[in-house]
């Protein structure tokens, strides 16, 4: 065969192979830009909800501690949902004990949250001493309402692009490997595969979690 044979021989076995790999590469690249996006998509949310925190803490001081509950997968949570509802201590502690705890028990079931009698005892009693910079009026209520609105909208991109990440990730073939790593979870295994690349290019276990900088487990 002739130079120029095995030349144009070389180049189509390259670009064989080439083709072969694209498709990862292509689901890595977007990988990687995925989680490029939820890190701007967090910092984001970090910067919304600390302005809403700012904010409330002249309408109604402590709310944002009042409960615990996880974020749902749609990005909101509990107290977020309950300053819409009551976004000045005066929507608390203006009511009775009775009627506040009647509209919150509706509140809760409008919303799918659990509702306790003793919560609401708390609430109404740790409502009654706080005080509030600023008035409860129309143009406090749409501050807070457009702060709300503003977290909200960043929490919901930002739970999609996590799920768009953990779709991707569960294509790819290292995928397994990633999560069977200890300490690894649903949102940080895609963030690693993301950083990591092909695993392939790493010749052990160990190699990947020191890379990683987590705990690899007991094998």
């Not at 509990?78 to 009511?95: G, I, L, Q, S, Y």
């Not at 690349?197 to 094998?219: L, M, Q, S, W, Y």
Request: net charge positive.
């Amino acid at each position: 065969m002739s130079l120029s044979g095995r030349a144009a021989k070389s180049h189509a076995n390259n670009w064989a192979e080439l083709r072969q790999h694209t498709p990862m590469d292509t689901i890595r690249m977007q990988l990687k830009t995925l989680n490029r996006q939820q890190s701007l998509y967090a910092k984001t949310k970090t910067m919304m909800k600390n302005n809403l925190i700012a904010l409330l803490d002249q309408t109604y001081p402590g709310v944002n501690a009042l409960f615990d509950s996880p974020v749902r997968e749609d990005g909101s949570q509990k107290w977020v949902d309950f300053a819409t509802a009551f976004w000045h201590v005066d929507c608390v502690r203006n009511m009775s004990l009775a009627a506040f705890a009647e509209r919150y028990r509706k509140w809760c079931k409008r919303h799918g949250y659990n509702f306790s009698q003793s919560k609401a005892v708390e609430v109404h009693a740790g409502a009654q001493d706080l005080i509030a910079m600023l008035p409860r009026d129309a143009l406090t209520k749409t501050m807070v309402r457009q702060a709300i609105d503003a977290l909200n909208a960043v929490s919901a991109s930002l739970e999609r692009l996590k799920a768009e990440m953990r779709t991707l990730a569960a294509q790819l073939p290292e995928y397994p490997v990633v999560m069977a790593m200890h300490g690894v979870g649903d949102s940080l295994g895609p963030q690693l595969m993301a950083e990591l690349g092909d695993v392939t290019r790493f010749t052990h276990r160990n190699a990947i979690t020191a890379f990683a900088g987590v705990d690899p487990g007991a094998d």
